[in-house]
DNA sequence: ATATTCTTTAGTGTGTACAATAATGGGCGC
DNA sequence: GCGCCCATTATTGTACACACTAAAGAATAT
């Protein structure tokens, strides 16, 4: 190993430093938001450590901090797994990401500036580009980034790092509930969003943040636990009929 | 090594199992919530792990997970310290906990039940008898605690795990801004807020625990930066006698 | 045949050695 | 004497080896 750190670069330009584990914590923190990495799925830590190329060491405390924003679930002795909510813990995040959505956006309003908004109303284009494109994945991935942007516009950290928490969960619980031919088409209400942040309506757009976080939980609603490891459950019309 | 867990006792007498890790994390995080453990010290891995009985891993692990509740700072190459929030950051912090702590006192009040209540209520009795006894540090640990237990009785652990973070943060700033002859009293508000919420009067509560929130806030503006190692500011009188 | 226990094995948990880094103090030229 | 550079040292970062755990399969007794 002849450096401990690589030099990669932002959407700003800036070139940043970023630790081993913070690379591996990114591309598997990706590989979620993407839905690359299905809820439920195995991360062994070997494996991880071959294909980045670091030592388990790297992958421990890369894992461990996903597993710190509930993203994984940590079982001791029994290594760790992408999470795979239940309905009720997606309600529960979706009720937490109300309560921060609404602080972040009236924030957003009274702190950001003009050209805050241009760059963020750019990231949305970019979102969109994605939709048309047919990379969904990357599309979700931007969904999700606007939502982090908004926190990080608010200028507070702490409410970052929670939202952070709560985006990729979120992107967990639309990977596991949400219908495959639904589409997202997120940006519509972000260029709306922007639009009533820039004329600083605060009811108008905390309203419309509400009603995009609705469309989230209607699906809960809607379809009951997910496709689960829960035998019993799947083949519960077979018992029916038995007993 | 003989074993990978040890044998703890909770208050309610229910033996659990606690990983070396989490019992070296707890231990330095009740030392910073009793302030026995001053913002800006510096946690050396090595003494660490020496007092604990334990290898570096081990604290490694409670270090950083300490750090991403932002309780202490991880200074790549340099070191962990503990956190000293400036007034700033402190105003961020206590915004955050205003958000979180109106929407716990919420569900408390619909979800909580009598047993619950009595049980938060004997926790204040304990709280109360800590600072009429005189130990301050315990008192200041129990009344970060009765925000938890609240948090826990909401019944969302999103919210919980960061309602954690938030009022450990806290109990860092009220370290580095209370005056020390300034008594909290913080068990007489508390009272009051279970006896609200079992009327579940939710006007009174949650405006019983934005008071609450005020006292912490009226002393940042009170006090200017904390005695800290910006040493500019310290001698900032003498540099006005030579310019 | 079934249940129980033992054995095996894959994989996680921890300690430790060594590498890389940043701070400190001494040496050197000016 | 003053400032710069290099060596030294203390401390963190990483890899790896071994210890421990738990799950799966084989062997045995009932």
Do not use: W
């Not at 956006?105 to 963020?120: A, D, K, M």
């Not at 990357?138 to 969904?143: P, T």
């Not at 980034?145 to 709560?166: G, I, V």
């Not at 990729?168 to 009533?196: M, T």
Request: charged fraction near 25%; include cysteine.
């Amino acid at each position: 190993m002849t450096s401990q750190k690589a030099l990669s670069t932002t959407e700003s330009g800036r070139k940043v430093k970023l630790t081993q584990d913070e690379q591996v914590y990114a591309h598997i923190f990706d590989a979620i938001l993407e839905q690359r990495l299905a809820p439920g799925t195995k991360l062994n830590e070997e494996s991880l450590g071959e294909i980045f190329g670091v030592s388990r060491t790297i992958i421990r405390r890369a894992l461990s901090r996903l597993g710190h924003e509930q993203v994984v679930v940590l079982r001791p002795n029994r290594g760790a797994v992408v999470a795979s909510p239940t309905t009720e813990e997606a309600k529960q995040i979706v009720y937490a990401r109300r309560i921060v959505e609404k602080a972040v956006t009236e924030l957003v309003i009274e702190h950001s500036t003009p050209e805050q908004l241009r760059l963020l109303r750019k990231q949305v284009q970019e979102e969109q580009q994605c939709f048309v494109q047919g990379d969904k994945g990357a599309g979700i991935r931007l969904s999700g980034e606007f939502h982090l942007k908004m926190a990080e516009m608010a200028n507070n950290p702490p409410l970052l790092s929670f939202q952070r928490s709560l985006v990729s969960q979120c992107s967990l619980i639309i990977a596991q509930f949400e219908l495959s031919n639904q589409s997202h088409c997120s940006y519509d209400e972000h260029f709306e969003l922007i639009d009533a942040i820039e004329r600083k309506d605060k009811d108008k757009a905390v309203s419309l943040m509400m009603h995009h976080l609705d469309h989230i939980e209607d699906k809960l609603n809607l379809d009951e636990e997910p496709a689960s490891d829960n035998l019993r459950e799947v083949f519960s019309n077979v018992l029916g009929n038995k007993s």
